[in-house]
C-alpha cells in the first residue's frame, strides 16, 4: 500500500492489514480476494456506482458479486486505476483513509465511451468492520472534479462530441 502517513503506526494491526489487502485487491485487480475481504452483506456507497448491474441502487454496489462487478467496470473504464493510501486513521471496528484515485479512461466506463482522459482525484474513504472482514465502504470524492478531467463538463464536453458519438457507434470500444 503506497503510503505517506505515520498515524497507521499506531492503529490496531489486524485493521491496517485489511485496509492494505482490501486496497490491494483494487490494484491487482484480483476479484478473487472479494470472499476473504468483505461480508456477504457488504454495502459499498460510491457516487460513480451505476444504476443496473451491482445488485443495487444507483450510488450503492451491493454484496461480493456486485463487489466483483463494479471492480470490472472500474478497471475496464481504467485499465492503469490505481489506489493511493495519503493518510490512514483505524481502530477495531473500521478505518478512515485520505486517498488518491488515478487512472486514464481507456475503456467503456457505464456506457461512457473511452475519452483517453487521466483522472487524478482525492477523497476519502471509510471502511466498516465486522470479524476481520469489511461489511461497508463509504467513498467521498468529487465527482464534478472528475468530469472536468475528462472533459465531460460545458463547454468542454463540446470538443469530446465526435469522439463520443464514434465510440457509441463501435460499441464503446
Known sequence: MASQNTRASTAPAASVELVEAYVEMWNTRDSSAI??????????????????????????????????????????????????????????AGAMYEVRLTGTHEGNLNGLPPTGRRMDVRGVSKLTFDDGRVTEHRVYFDTREVMEQLGMTFPAVLFQLPKLLLGAVRGGR
Open 35 to 92: 470472499e476473504e475481504l468483505v461480508t456477504d452483506w457488504f454495502v459499498m456507497y460510491d457516487p460513480a456506482a451505476p444504476e443496473e448491474g451491482v445488485a443495487g441502487p444507483k450510488g450503492e454496489v451491493h454484496g461480493r458479486e456486485g463487489l466483483r462487478q463494479f471492480l470490472e467496470g472500474v478497471t475496464t473504464g481504467y485499465p492503469d486505476f490505481e489506489v493511493e493510501v495519503l493518510d490512514l486513521f483505524a481502530d477495531e
